[in-house]
């Protein structure tokens, strides 16, 4: 699919993509979805993309560092805490005994 140019182009793109009962929210979805098109292809001449593997490479990257926050938050939160008078040290080497 080109790009669409002009009123014509989009009006025609509109009747040929859209059912026959298609709703005024249906041809504004559709209108949606060609700016998002046209979005991607100012941003591929742009130079504006990443390729997929440097997306996982950040995901990663993040997730790594949220997962190390939040094992630092758990050791903050359950340091001294007691459950009915044991810790839960004490509760987890309990239970590994059975």
């Known amino acids: ?9 989009i009006i025609a793109a509109l009747s040929r993509e859209l059912a026959d009962d298609a ?9 949606l979805y060609l700016q998002g098109i046209e979005e991607g292809l100012d941003d591929e001449e742009a130079g504006r993309l990443i390729t997929q593997d ?7 990257r993040k997730s790594a560092k ?5 094992i630092a938050e758990i050791r903050a939160f359950r340091k001294g805490r007691l459950l009915e008078g044991e810790t839960i ?3 987890i080497d309990e239970g590994r005994r059975f």
Not at 1 to 9: F, T, V
């Open 1 to 9: 699919m080109g790009r669409l140019e002009g009123k014509k182009a």
């Open 23 to 31: 709703s005024i929210g249906d041809a504004i979805d559709y209108l």
């Open 54 to 60: 440097e997306v996982v490479e950040e995901i990663a």
């Open 66 to 70: 949220d997962v190390r926050a939040t």
């Open 89 to 91: 040290r004490e509760l």
